[in-house]
């Protein structure tokens, strides 16, 4: 495999270190790193100086990521990673505060969810709001449709909390069970898979290589999902896209996701932009517009606890160290980066 329709900002950007060759990372597993470029693919590893240069986690490559490497004939050494367009970043898995970056650089990033005991809708908001903080688009995917009554009912209730996001409706029984997402995968984009394990993640992204490349598992007896794909990756698929599999993920935490938390719950902030106080706390003050619309119900009490506990879990993840400043700094980059690099 080689690096092939890289876009112009990159091959631009690649220019000012005339030494070093544009490469893009294609997988991540302990310590050491895939790289494809215009010569194929070999093993990397970050330099020295870029370890010491890292002000936090994320700051390190992941999946997806284009970066500036000295390649040789044994592995090849990471000098640089590019300016992302966005970055999927979750809290880390456990008790620890640590950020975690799953991939970068996706156009689009398909939130996966079977129609089986797995739909939840308090997941799929939180996914939605980690998934609108990266700069990614997010698309709800609902797999499994063969094993439930009425999808048409379960895909209306998806649609009711992913505001502004497209809901699908997919079967991987069916050969063409795939095809609604096919117009989200266009030559030269990368796209991301997400989602819990055993949802049908690696079943998809089979059905795109055309061929059964990733393992795929079927559910266990209390119907949740093996763990198949063990690591990331990202492949080519035929028609010059990309497309990143990850893994199951058990638990997804909130990382610093305030944008992401208002778009995904744009409603609940329209209506807080209409509260008599600005600081109005929805409990007990008059003049609410959150507790009326409760009271009327046309917010549910259900979608409104689960706002608030994101928004308790993101306040508390916000690091007040330094890695909170980080953040910030590595988002601003993203929001000139695609300032500067508009989509079509």
């Known amino acids: 495999m080689k690096l092939t329709l890289i876009p112009a900002q990159y091959l631009e950007q690649s220019t000012q270190y005339p030494e070093l060759s544009l490469c893009r990372i294609v997988s991540q597993e302990k310590g050491l790193y895939r790289i494809i470029s215009a010569e194929g693919d070999q093993l990397a590893s970050v330099s020295g100086k870029f370890q010491h240069e ?46 975690q970056a799953v991939a970068a650089n996706i156009d689009t990033v398909f939130i996966c969810m079977s129609l089986n005991s797995d739909f939840n809708l308090r997941r799929l908001e939180r996914y939605l709001s980690v998934a609108w903080e990266s700069g990614s688009l997010p698309v709800v995917v609902l797999t499994k449709a063969d094993l439930c009554d ?4 379960k895909a209306a209730q998806a649609a009711s909390v992913a505001i502004g996001a497209d809901v699908l409706v997919t079967s991987s029984m069916a050969l063409d069970g ?15 898979f997400v989602g819990s394990s055993g949802v049908g993640k690696s079943t ?15 559910l266990r007896n209390d119907d949740k999902g093996r763990h198949t794909t063990t690591h990331r990756e ?12 990850t893994p199951g993920m058990r638990e997804l935490g909130i990382w610093d996701a305030s944008i992401g938390l208002s778009t995904a719950f744009s409603d609940i902030e329209e209506l807080a932009a209409r509260c008599r106080f600005g600081d109005c706390t929805h409990k007990n003050e008059p003049g609410c517009a959150v507790r009326s619309a409760l009271q009327r119900g046309e917010l549910s009490e259900e979608r409104f606890l689960s706002y608030e506990k994101l928004a308790l879990e993101n306040a508390y993840a916000a690091d007040p160290t330094g890695s909170r400043a980080a953040k910030e700094r590595k988002f601003k980059s993203i929001a000139k ?8």
């Open 150 to 153: 009425d999808p048409a009912v």
């Open 54 to 99: 890292a002000a936090s986690p994320s700051d390190y490559p992941v999946v997806g990521d284009y970066v500036m490497a000295a390649l040789n004939g044994g592995v090849a050494v990471i000098n640089r990673v590019l300016p992302r367009k966005s970055l999927f970043l979750r809290k880390s898995a456990g008790t620890a505060r640590m950020e």
């Open 234 to 245: 990202l492949l080519m698929l035929p028609n010059g896209a990309a497309v990143i599999d």
């Open 178 to 192: 795939y095809n609604q997402i096919l117009p989200y995968i266009s030559q030269g984009k990368t796209v991301a």
């Open 337 to 344: 980066f695609n300032k500067t690099n508009p989509k079509r």
């Open 204 to 218: 998809l992204i089979n059905r795109l290589l055309g061929e059964d490349r990733q393992d795929t598992g079927g």
